[in-house]
DNA sequence: TGTCTCATTTTTTTT
DNA sequence: AAATGAGACA
């Protein structure tokens, strides 16, 4: 077999090896996806047909590409038979065909985040809890925490191990909580994305006939980064392989990072428990990066207790050493990173495309971007407000979701009076109510207000009437259509173009680009589906659209951009040079993290950090950051001492101030609404016992409103400074007055109106 | 009902 | 630094 020749030995094994249950450890950059690839291929040359091969990956992007290497080895025609996808889009497509057997319509809406949020939000409401203790934030996690471990309503009332962690957090509620939230999903006929696992878990337990239909389609399972699977995920593969076990896994317990998600290493540690003659491959020749970066990596992981020891080894270059970095302060620390990149690019001729920043959280982006572009370099930021998560763009889809299944009441609200129809709370929530004593979904309620809410005043009613006639007209519309034509016409019935065309603002301008966007980009599914002989219709895009994430999203533009994402967005990522920024206590590690084997995870997400770079890798950290509108002050992270020093150099923009190593406090939750605040100097002179915390600086929140005429602004203009920024609702200008410590944002709107003034105290000396 | 003003809160990572 | 929410008022 000529391709296996591009294989090493270990690979090569891995590849052919097909009698049974697989499991492959592939260590950071090893060629883990190759080995997917070419194994795949290896089965269609033996015989096993596209059609009957299920392989499952993480993201959309890592089943496209893989989806493409195949393309390339064994032809287009074959490879589009193959099952590949995500979790989550598998089991769409799998509940899309049966969903009446799991009590759903075939128009089932998937909820998103912000949909699970305001539904959390109306229980809580409804249950007349107190959202200060059941926030919404800890509910859907609890909830998701439930159904990524297989975890029914009844069971969680059951369960001793949920209650008492309820009961620590205050929450006991819990059970309750969920079994409503379960009964409105299905009232909705919504899932949320744990639901599209759980249920087709469900689908295949209780129906033998649909179970086995599906365990003979399937004559091989491959399963893609399967240290961050869950429990349900466990269950699923375990269906779908029984009872032949021709199954693979691949993944890297070192790169196990999503446990906040319900992943549990267990799956991979567990792997020859669970499928008992399974045979064990390592991965270990990593042809990614230098051999300094390998062994850099590696001395950090050799930390952790819980792994599957492996040797991975690189016979790259020995090349350069990663190079630490301190600052003085998050301002400082961007600029130094901006400057560098200006240097790799001019000195070293590096591309832009060839670097990123990666930080642990999406907040630490904004002073790079503010760098990097004050520069003019090019740059793309992942993981901020995506295309399909703009207001605009959920409203036109809440549009699309509500016609296609009138039961979707979060779609409802979205839309009910967007554009404006007159209809306000107080009219959804009368309706809300009827539709609740009826049993019906509010859209019916809409239909017939005299029949189900005779409260309302007739002029109320009428509107609410005319809201309903319309949806239903467009459900009309919709059946006869393509995606395409029925767009244009939600745009046009449903007035959201009209109310974006008579916007003259910047941001009106904005949003009417944004539906035109929206418009091509359905045109453009349209035609690519038509080409297949593939349904184009609303529904099948609603679908794409939702199991979409952003990283999804931008494959036309090549322009070579830097890349700023966060560490977690990197996994399965290579740039030649990598900036690992933000490496302080209480970031990096997150102050989040209390167990010894949280600390273990965010170890390994610096090891996937370190891993995503070829040639150099560059850490930084800074001493004072700016957080939530306070100065906070943090040691350097521990995970730097955790590298051997020798692989390791100092860098020396500013005078380095690695303090001899003091045990940071961790600050406990208790105390958390207190920051510790300590200044530099103090920092700089600690030694081996934590210093005091000497109140010699103060930062005061906020100082009282005061009124601000506008005479006193233009006052302040003259020799301060003035910045200027464009963030979602106007323009920002802030006029900082040094001398008195203070600061004022004044917002404008698009007309120049002074819309907002808010007032800062910078810090205050005692 | 809708807009404006002010006040409070903020736990990371995401399919 | 920014978003969200409550309350006042037109």
């Known amino acids: ?226 240290q961050d699977t869950n429990r349900t995920q466990y269950l699923l593969v375990k269906l779908f392989a029984e009872p032949q076990n021709k199954v693979c896994v691949v993944g890297d317990d070192a790169q196990s990072i999503y446990s906040f998600r319900g992943a549990t290493i267990e799956n991979i540690l567990g792997f020859q428990q669970a499928y008992a003659d399974a045979r064990l491959f390592k991965l270990e020749r990593n042809y990614r990066s230098t051999q300094t970066i390998v062994n850099a990596a590696n001395s950090l992981i050799y930390k952790n207790k819980a792994q599957i020891r492996k040797n991975v080894y690189s016979e790259k270059e020995v090349g350069d050493k990663v190079r630490v970095t301190g600052y003085d302060t998050d301002r400082e620390e961007s600029h130094a990173v901006a400057q560098q990149i200006v240097m790799l690019h001019n000195l070293e001729h590096r591309n832009y495309e060839d670097i990123a920043i990666l930080y642990r959280t999406n907040a630490q982006s904004r002073s790079f971007e503010d760098e990097i572009r004050k520069r003019n370099i090019p740059y793309r930021i992942y993981g901020g407000l995506s295309f399909y998560g703009r207001k605009e763009i959920k409203d036109a889809i809440a549009y699309f979701r509500l016609v ?37 979904p509010i859209l019916a309620v809409c239909r017939e207000p005299e029949r189900f809410a005779p409260l309302l005043q007739a002029g109320t009613r009428k509107k609410v009437q005319a809201f309903a006639q319309m949806i239903d007209e467009l459900h009309t519309l919709m059946q006869e259509k393509d995606a395409y034509e029925y767009t244009q016409a939600v745009y046009e019935r449903s007035g959201l173009m009209a109310d974006a065309v008579t916007d003259y603002s910047p941001e009106g301008i904005d949003r009417r680009g944004n539906l035109e966007e929206l418009l091509s980009a359905i045109h453009q599914f349209v035609t690519d589906r038509k080409a297949q002989d593939e349904d184009a219709h609303i529904n099948d895009f609603l679908n794409e659209v939702s199991l979409l994430t952003d990283q999804d999203e931008r494959l036309d533009d090549r322009t070579p951009r830097v890349t700023m994402m966060t560490v977690h967005a990197a996994k399965g990522l290579e740039f030649p040079v990598v900036f690992v920024v933000g490496l302080e206590e209480n970031l990096f590690p997150s102050p989040f993290c209390e167990t010894e084997k949280e600390m273990e995870e965010e170890r390994r997400l610096l090891y996937v950090a370190i891993t995503r770079a070829e040639q150099q890798c560059f850490i930084t950290y800074a001493n004072q950051r700016w957080k939530n509108g306070q100065p906070t002050f943090n040691a350097p992270s521990r995970f730097i001492r955790d590298i051997d020093p020798q692989y390791i150099t100092r860098g020396s923009s500013v005078p380095t101030m690695m303090p001899p190593w003091i045990e940071q406090p961790r600050t406990p939750r208790t105390m958390m609404s207190h920051p510790t605040t300590r200044p530099t100097e103090q920092l700089r002179q600690a030694t081996v016992t934590p210093p005091a915390r000497p109140a010699t600086l ?58 907002l003034l808010l007032t800062y105290a910078k810090l205050e000396r005692i």
């Open 1 to 226: 077999m000529s391709f296996l020749d591009e294989l090493n030995e270990s690979q090569r094994a891995a590849v052919e090896y097909n009698d049974g249950a697989q499991l492959i450890v592939a260590g950071a950059g090893s060629g883990k996806t190759r080995v997917l690839t070419y194994k795949i291929a290896y089965l269609l040359t033996q015989g096993v047909s596209a059609g009957h091969i299920l392989a499952l990956t993480f993201t959309n992007k890592a089943a496209r590409e893989m989806k493409q290497r195949i393309c390339h080895l064994v032809g287009e025609d074959v490879a589009r038979y193959i099952w590949m996808g995500t979790f989550h889009s598998i089991c769409a497509r799998i509940l899309r065909k049966h969903a009446a057997a799991i009590g759903f319509t075939r128009d089932y809406t998937i909820y998103d985040a912000s949909d699970q949020k305001s539904l959390v939000k109306k229980i809580i409401k409804d249950l007349k809890l107190d959202d200060k203790i059941y926030k919404p934030g800890t509910i859907i996690d609890r909830i998701s925490t439930a159904k990524s471990a297989f975890v029914s309503p009844e069971e969680y009332a059951q369960s001793k191990q949920f209650a008492q962690a309820d009961s620590v957090m205050n929450i006991g509620r819990m059970p309750q909580i969920y079994a409503e939230y379960d009964k409105r999903l299905h009232g909705s006929n919504a899932m949320d994305f744990d639901d599209l696992l759980m249920y087709t878990v469900i689908l295949l337990q209780n129906n033998a006939d649909i179970r086995e239909q599906y365990q003979s389609w399937f004559w091989y399972v491959l399963v893609d980064e399967y």
């Open 404 to 440: 296609a299944n009138e039961r979707d009441n979060e779609a409802l609200d979205r839309i009910i009076n967007m554009p404006k129809r007159g209809i306000g709370d107080t009219t959804v929530d009368k309706l809300r109510e009827a539709a609740a004593m009826a049993g019906q």
């Open 698 to 755: 103060k930062a005061v929140k906020q100082l009282p409103k005061q009124p601000m005429p506008d005479a006193v602004i233009s006052e302040w203009k003259e020799g301060d400074r003035i910045a200027h920024k464009v963030f979602g609702k106007g323009t920002v200008k802030c006029v900082y007055k040094e001398n008195d410590n203070e600061k004022i944002d004044i917002v404008f709107d698009d007309k120049g109106k002074k819309t």
